[in-house]
Nanobody, 119 residues
Framework: QVQLVESGGGLVQPGGSLRLSCAAS????????MAWYRQAPGKQRELIAS???????DYSDSVKARFTISRDNVKKMMFLQIDNLEPEDTAVYYC?????????????WGQGTQVTVSS
């Protein structure tokens, strides 16, 4: 079993930066791809960045220039650095992990962390 807990959200002015964290319990050996999603008010949840177990990142075109995803398998953490925040980045940000090996086929979600960009 894997549990994910996000942190690092908050209220930020436009142009500011945030670093979101996702802490995983359980064995990282049983987690393959991890990802960050976000859901803005009235919109569907969207994938913004993902990272493989060996650290290869992938980004949606809409955030590629400002978002940086990373993970530390030893510390069981995943991160999302967001720079030059825009009001349109306001959303709840979710961490997701895909299980592998014994947890193959399982998908795990965190509870989300709110990011609000406003002056």
């Amino acid at each position: 079993q894997v549990q994910l807990v996000e942190s690092g959200g908050g209220l930020v002015q436009p142009g500011g930066s945030l670093r979101l964290s996702c802490a995983a319990s359980g064995s990282m050996f049983e987690i393959s791809v991890m990802a960050w999603y976000r859901q803005a008010p009235g919109k569907q949840r969207e994938l913004i960045a993902s990272i493989t177990s060996d650290g290869s990142p992938d980004y949606s075109d809409s955030v590629k220039a400002r978002f940086t995803i990373s993970r530390d398998n030893v510390k069981k953490m995943m991160f999302l650095q967001i720079d030059n925040l825009e009001p349109e980045d306001t959303a709840v940000y979710y961490c997701k992990a895909d299980g592998t090996r014994r947890l193959r086929g399982r998908i795990f979600w965190g509870q989300g962390t709110q990011v609000t960009v406003s002056s």
